[in-house]
């Protein structure tokens, strides 16, 4: 959770009802489409107020769902929160698509049946919520329930709750407080991509306070919000007022202002010369033909060298020595670091086939590690390659624990974490296609991998939600034939399907100039995402390593810039880096620079649904920043505002 803090709740109403306006028109612009939560209460006035009032957001294209309402209140009541939206909302965006108000004067159990239904249709772009006085988000007065799956539930208020409606004015007295609410849960608020909370106001200070100092607890429902990858806290000099010294240092950093200027800045479809770019905490928030006038930011000169999204890997298994299988958290951290000085900025990273326990300890570890991952490439979580592919196109993957999908496995194995956004599987095995399924129910993008599959079952599988290809060339069918008749493969399917996504090994080996030339002349920039699926050797000299777990992985050489079986029978793995494929694309390929850095940025972003965060440099997403020059070295990583120099935190000078 990032948070800022404003003179007073008229400035804080303003930015965060401008970051609001932002993530709203980034998820219309990415997804055709944006769903909401809005709170209400006094916190939420200013917050409404510059919400209403942004140019630019097609409200037509918008769902709006909001938080809590009243039992047995009725909507002609001061405090009623369908009035409060009404009047406050509602009335200012008359062409919204669609508003799902809570009516608490109906049967309560049907209601939230209703709403439940609804909702897990409707994935929340941003939420808009704030705190309560004794710490509650929505009506989850403490000790909150932090488990309960059901998206909205009956809940009693408690005296501090009562207090704080009679208090600010909506109530005459607090008997005069309705005893229960239906409430959005705690859990259903944190599946909102982002969360916009805004707390003003003297009154909160004490809730504010323990919101950023305490430990989570449901003691302290807001605590829970530091669990959210994507939470920003806004509150003014009120609410600030009994932080430690401490918690406002960190605030402070937190809104700091970079600036880059005298760059080339590359986006999808030109290049700005002698551009500039500004960024305020982990957000851009401005990009211009000129040099932005910021008093106070700290100024890089880029000198004329290029200045590009940070890349996104979508598929990495190590480097600098290190595996993600090596049962440790050290390894995902320097592995982090060492691909964020080539460029990186965000990563998935990869397991290999394993046995089913060695797999659930390191979705363990990387949790862990997730936490500590403050000098590397940004965890996007974690692609799970394996176990269930075909032992014909196993490669370099470990034989001795390959099958078929296993319902009661995965089905543990995705309830043990939240932390899997990719599996990749071969779809001709038996249980495939309800794996798909499973799967993409949870949000987990299913691909194809490692496969002896054809066109026919291809395409099948395209259906139930494999719509990506992992490594296309490498470990798959091309044209087969079986009894005299040949069969189109998967290398043909991901040609003749054209809304299939395919990923390649851009570094000039697993694929040569001709076949990166063709997959880029058929699929085109959109639909194709450059990958390393680097291993350990990665960065490091050649000679001897491992591939996989230090503990049972295979013994492997390095030599000519890729990774092979000791008897020289096939690859087995890749050492690129992703500047590296950046070059293979641009000087072996031909590619123009603004589409190679395309598949390695905004590609990626849309395949992995966090396109209307990352993969481009627009106002409102994440600071990932890449500056490199025409030999496509990288001179320095930028992740979330952060420079980054081998590794470490740069504090300047620039």
Not at 227 to 253: F, M, Q, S
Not at 339 to 347: D, I, K, P
């Amino acid at each position: 959770m990032k948070t800022c803090i404003y003179n007073n709740s008229i400035a804080l109403g303003k930015a965060a009802g401008k970051a609001a306006a932002q993530l709203i028109r980034n998820a219309i612009s990415s997804k055709g489409s944006a769903n909401i939560i809005l709170a209400t209460g006094t916190s939420q006035f200013e917050t409404l107020k510059e919400l209403v009032s942004a140019k630019g957001i097609e409200w037509n294209k918008v769902v709006m769902f909001h938080l809590d309402e009243y039992i047995s209140l009725p909507v002609t009541h001061p405090a009623s929160f369908r009035k409060y939206l009404q009047e406050r909302f509602l009335s200012h965006v008359p062409t919204l698509k669609n508003a799902w108000l809570i009516n608490g004067e109906t049967n309560v159990e049907k209601e939230c049946e209703r709403l439940g239904n609804v909702i897990q249709e409707h994935p929340i772009d941003v939420a808009l919520i704030g705190i309560g006085e004794n710490g509650h988000l929505a009506f989850n007065d403490p000790p909150a329930d932090f488990e309960t799956e059901e998206p909205y539930i009956v809940v009693e208020l408690n005296e501090a709750c009562k207090n704080q409606q009679m208090g600010e004015g909506w109530f005459q007295s607090v008997d005069e407080v309705p005893q229960k609410a239906i409430s959005m849960s705690i859990k259903q608020i944190l599946k909102s991509k982002h969360i916009i909370c805004s707390v003003p106001g003297a009154r909160k200070a004490r809730a504010v306070k323990n919101t950023l100092e305490k430990e989570i607890s449901n003691l302290y429902p807001s605590t829970i919000l530091h669990a959210h990858n994507n939470c920003t806290l806004y509150i003014d000099e009120d609410a600030a007022a009994t932080l430690n010294h401490e918690t406002k240092e960190k605030i402070t950093l937190y809104q700091q202002q970079l600036k880059i200027y005298n760059a080339r800045i590359i986006t999808p479809h030109k290049i700005i010369e002698n551009g500039s770019i500004l960024v305020t905490g982990e957000k851009i928030t401005a990009v211009s033909e000129r040099n932005i006038e910021a008093k106070g930011a700290i100024e890089i000169d880029a000198k004329g060298k290029y200045v590009s999204p940070g890349f996104i890997d979508i598929h990495v298994h190590g480097g600098g020595g290190h595996d993600f299988m090596d049962g440790n958290e050290t390894a995902f951290l320097k592995i982090a670091e060492l691909h964020a000085r080539y460029g990186t900025t965000s990563m998935l990273p990869t397991t290999l086939t394993s046995s089913k326990e060695e797999l659930l300890r390191t979705l363990a570890i990387y949790e862990r590690a997730n936490k500590k991952n403050t000098n590397g490439a940004q965890f996007l979580g974690m692609h799970l390659e394996g176990p269930y592919i075909s032992m014909n196109q196993r490669g370099a993957q470990d034989a001795r624990y390959i099958r078929n999908p296993v319902a009661d496995e995965y089905h543990e194995i995705v309830s043990s974490t939240s932390c899997i956004k990719r599996w990749s599987s071969a779809p001709e095995l038996k249980g495939s296609m309800e794996l798909g399924r499973f799967l993409k129910s949870k949000n987990i993008l299913p691909a194809i991998a490692h496969t002896d599959a054809i066109y026919e079952e291809v395409q099948e599988a395209f259906g139930n939600g494999y719509t990506l290809i992992t490594h296309l060339y490498s470990a798959m069918t091309g044209v087969t034939r079986r009894n005299a008749y040949r069969y189109a493969g998967v290398i043909e399917s991901a040609y003749l399907i054209d809304e299939m996504d395919v990923e390649i090994i851009a570094d000039g080996v697993h694929l040569p100039p001709p076949l990166l030339k063709l997959v880029y002349k058929i699929k085109g920039p959109d639909r194709i995402a450059l990958i390393t699926d680097s291993m350990r050797a990665a960065g490091m000299p050649e000679g001897e390593s491992i591939l996989g777990s230090l503990h049972n992985g295979l013994k492997v050489i390095v030599e000519n810039g890729v990774a092979k079986l000791p008897d020289r029978s096939s690859f087995a793995g890749s050492v690129a880096t992703a500047n590296r494929l950046l070059k293979t694309m641009v000087e072996m390929a031909g590619v123009p620079i603004t589409d190679a850095v395309k598949m390695l940025t905004a590609t990626p972003a849309r395949i992995l649904n966090i396109s209307d965060i990352k993969g481009e440099l627009t106002v409102g997403k994440d600071a990932d920043i890449v500056i490199f020059d025409d030999d496509f070295t990288i001179q320095k990583t930028i992740i979330q505002g952060k420079i980054l120099l081998y590794g470490q935190v740069a504090t300047g000078p620039y």
